[in-house]
């Protein structure tokens, strides 16, 4: 999207303000001023694009204004358009000399103030291109700053007109001719010999194509477009001025003319072409120094070490990716002999054979020794041959790539082991029940009934059966979830229904270690939390049994069921031994029984594992507080079900 340009308008007659700013309504960014230091006030208050100022104004006159603009280092690269109704030579000259870019004159023609103001700031966009593409590249042509007088092309096929033109504009630099039939060759010596201004003569028939085409090409091509061209017409000819200026000329002189007037205008263009290659050269300096603080930023910044050896061994760079990386100051090391800093570092390297992605071990003067990944590229011939070192830390790669490895072969094993825990829980199923129902079978045998002695034997290889079998269940159930096939149905379920269930399954334990149940009944009537009720009722059967074996004698488990906003808590409190804070933090690890693997107490510490891994897949959540020698309290939270909470 093009700028939008902004001018000031400067006259102090309000009805020639109104013409002009009707004229010119395509630019919309207009101020007007009707007097000279308004104008200054309205211009440092926003630098605009292009004055048009009367010459002729009451107080401060154009002229005045247009000096202080020129010497106002904020102003003074704004371009001046004179408005006069004055066609004297003498006028004219002092506009030039002032430094105005070019002056209509009163009464105005829209169609040339259109152009001429499109002409002016045409050339505001140009310097302004220039300058941003010579920033960007970085780059700019050695001739713009150079010494010497200014160039001068006359381009024209009348021989007369254009020896006076040469003779007109000896004295102000080295001026060369061309015929505008030869386009080709025009060009050639513009890319040469890279002019200051060119001048085109018009044609004296009225044929004036070649001089536009030439208008044209100048201004497409690259380093081109900034120069001046300022055509030279016959008042009498059909010379198509506002085509010229929107081709891009930068100034139309018509014949007759006085040579004072001609050089006054070649003398501004020149020095509005000195003004914007110095602005160039500094652009591009400017470019040049950011892409050379960006590139040594990329460089220092890099996270693997660049190291740049030049054509005589030594090294020329050394960032501090490179510096960690040997362990060695990057400062110190520029400048030294590459073989007398690397060769010890990089044992067994060849420095001046090309090489992608080598690993070596880097030996620090500490004699740790750092795998890396080195790969070496040379670029020039001659004393210009770089050789650059791109050095790559592997330490992490390798560790992560070791843990990785290790990460994989102990998932393998942990499989490994689950599908054999699952087996050996699953196959041992048979003969356990085997067992079992030929002990129950014996002691429920009245035609051969058991001596007291057999039945007590009798007796103790069916409790063994079934706590062999408890934890064949357990232990199946840990399987599958390492497995990550544990199975839960999550749904609605009946709590208290399934609670009930669960204290009659352990009211015989509890009655044969002398522990009192009780229950303490919060829920309201009918509603049912999210979970499985097979799986709830095995976790609630878990916790109550380690509440009652863990007890003391004449201990007591309280069971609480209660609802808390979404949610329902089963608390199960036991008066047992209670543990630490640090037997605790072990409590769900897997066959870890907390330093009861001696005592009389039966267990194989998955219980209360599995519990947890139930209930988490369940939604829901355990808590356990515990006071040693007090007692402990597990809570098992679950989630209402949405379909039955209470209004």
């Known amino acids: 999207m093009a700028k939008q340009r902004s001018l ?25 001023a009707i ?26 006159s154009g002229t005045q204004l247009c000096s202080l603009v020129k010497n106002d280092s904020l102003l003074a690269h704004v371009p001046v358009l004179f408005v006069t109704s004055d066609e004297s030579e003498a006028t004219r000259l002092e506009a030039l000399q002032l430094g105005a870019a070019d002056f209509v004159t009163k009464p105005i023609v829209a169609e040339q103030l259109q152009a001429r103001v499109a002409a002016v700031l045409r050339t505001v966009a140009e310097v302004e291109r220039a300058k941003a593409e010579a920033t960007h590249a970085a780059m700019h042509e050695p001739e713009v700053l150079r010494a010497g007088p200014a160039r001068l092309l006359v381009v024209g096929s009348d021989p007369q007109e254009v020896a006076a033109l ?110 914007t290659d110095i602005e160039l050269a500094m652009a591009a300096s400017q470019g040049q120094r950011l892409q050379a603080d960006r590139l040594a930023a990329v460089v220092e910044g890099a996270s693997d070490g660049i190291i740049t050896i030049n054509a005589a061994g030594d090294i020329a760079l050394m960032n501090a990716a490179a510096g960690r990386l040997l362990d060695m100051d990057p400062l110190t090391a520029t400048g030294r002999p590459a073989s007398d800093v690397l060769t010890e570092r990089l044992h067994g390297l060849d420095l001046t054979l090309p090489t992608s992605g080598q690993r070596v071990l880097i030996t620090r003067p500490d004699l740790t020794r750092i795998p890396a990944e080195v790969s070496i590229s040379t670029v020039g011939d001659g004393s210009l041959r770089l050789t650059t070192l791109m050095c790559r830390d592997l330490t992490d790669r390798e560790r992560l790539t070791a843990e990785s490895s290790a990460r994989t072969a102990a998932e393998a094993a942990n499989k490994t082991k689950a599908l054999m825990i699952s087996y050996v829980a699953h196959e041992i199923g048979n003969p356990l029940n085997c067992i079992l129902g030929f002990a129950q079978l014996l002691a429920s045998d009245r035609s051969s009934p058991l001596t007291p002695g057999q039945a007590q034997r009798v ?54 270690m002398g522990i009192s149940l009780t229950h303490d009944d919060q829920m309201p009537p009918g509603l049912l939390a999210l979970g499985d009720g097979n799986r709830l009722r095995q976790c609630l059967v878990n916790l109550l049994s380690n509440g009652i074996k863990y007890n003391k004698r004449r201990g007591r488990v309280s069971v609480t069921l209660r609802v808390l906003n979404d949610h329902l808590e089963i608390s199960i409190a ?74």
């Not at 007097?35 to 004055?51: I, K, V």
Request: aromatic share 4%.
């Open 8 to 32: 000031l308008l400067v006259d102090d007659d309000a009805a020639t303000l109104r013409v002009l700013s009707k004229v010119l309504g395509t630019y919309p960014d207009q101020r007007l």
């Open 35 to 60: 007097s000279g230091e308004q104008a200054l006030s309205l211009a440092h208050t926003r630098c605009p694009d292009l004055m048009l100022i009367d010459m002729e104004m009451p107080g401060m």
């Open 166 to 275: 040469h003779e007109t504009l000896e004295g102000i630099g080295e001026v060369r001719t061309a015929d505008p039939r030869d386009l080709v060759m025009i060009m050639v010596l513009v890319r040469s010999w890279r002019p200051d201004l060119v001048l085109v003569d018009s044609s004296p028939t009225g044929k004036d194509e070649q001089g536009f085409d030439l208008c044209r090409l100048l201004k497409a091509a690259p380093g081109l477009n900034h120069v001046p061209i300022v055509f030279v017409s016959r008042q009498a000819d059909s010379f198509d001025e506002s085509r010229a200026l929107a081709l891009g000329a930068a100034d139309i002189i018509a014949r007759p003319f006085s040579s004072a007037v001609l050089k006054a205008r070649v003398r501004n263009l020149l020095e509005l072409k000195r003004r």
């Open 459 to 512: 007796a103790m290889i069916e409790a063994g059966c079934t706590q062999l079998s408890t934890l064949m269940n357990d232990l199946s159930a840990l399987g599958h979830f390492e497995l990550g096939q544990l199975s839960v149905q999550r749904g609605p379920v009946d709590v208290k229904g399934t609670l009930d269930s669960a204290l009659q399954t352990t009211a015989g334990l509890a009655e044969q």
């Open 574 to 647: 036991d008066t047992g031994i209670g543990m630490t804070e640090e037997q605790i933090s072990h409590l769900f690890e897997p066959f870890n029984r907390l330093g009861l693997q001696g005592s009389h107490l039966p267990g194989t510490g998955l219980g209360l594992v599995v519990t947890r891994q139930l209930i988490d897949a369940m939604g829901g959540r355990l808590i356990v507080t515990s006071t040693p020698n007090e007692g402990s309290c597990f809570t098992l939270e679950l989630q209402l079900s949405e379909a039955v909470q209470p209004l």
